[in-house]
């Protein structure tokens, strides 16, 4: 089992940066890949990054492409996204996942991911 918790979520202008954090807990962080979804209300789950096992290969959604970058630090148990250029269709609850299973190296489905965190608010005003 892995605990995950995410944080550095806040308020931010539109066009200003926030970097998320998420540290895990329990089984070896390094064995699992890692990502990002969000949430705003009445809408569904929406996939944001992925990174695999060794931070080697990464992979965005077109909406955040360009702007967001997740990384890992295995030796830490932790892993960022670092948000740029924000706008406010990216308020959401932002949480980080782990995937214990699947082919690939990277999971961007959230059937893939087995452990969640329990999010944090990112709210961007225009």
């Known amino acids: 089992q892995v605990q995950l918790k995410e944080s550095g979520g806040g308020l931010v202008q539109a066009g200003g940066s926030l970097r998320l954090s998420c540290a895990a807990s329990?089984?070896?962080?390094?064995?699992?890949?890692m990502g990002w979804f969000r949430q705003a209300p009445g809408k569904e789950r929406e996939f944001v990054a992925a990174i695999s096992i060794s931070g080697g290969r990464t992979n965005y959604s077109d909406s955040v492409k360009g702007r967001f970058t997740i990384s890992r630090d295995n030796a830490k148990n932790t892993m960022n996204l670092q948000m740029n250029r924000l706008k406010p269709e990216d308020t959401a609850v932002y949480s980080c996942?782990?995937?214990?299973?699947?082919?690939?190296?990277?999971?961007?489905?959230?059937?893939?991911?087995?452990?969640w965190g329990q999010g944090t608010q990112v709210t961007i005003s225009s």
């Open positions: 329990g089984r070896t962080f390094s064995n699992y890949r």
């Open positions: 996942a782990a995937s214990g299973y699947g082919l690939g190296a990277v999971a961007v489905s959230d059937h893939e991911y087995n452990y």
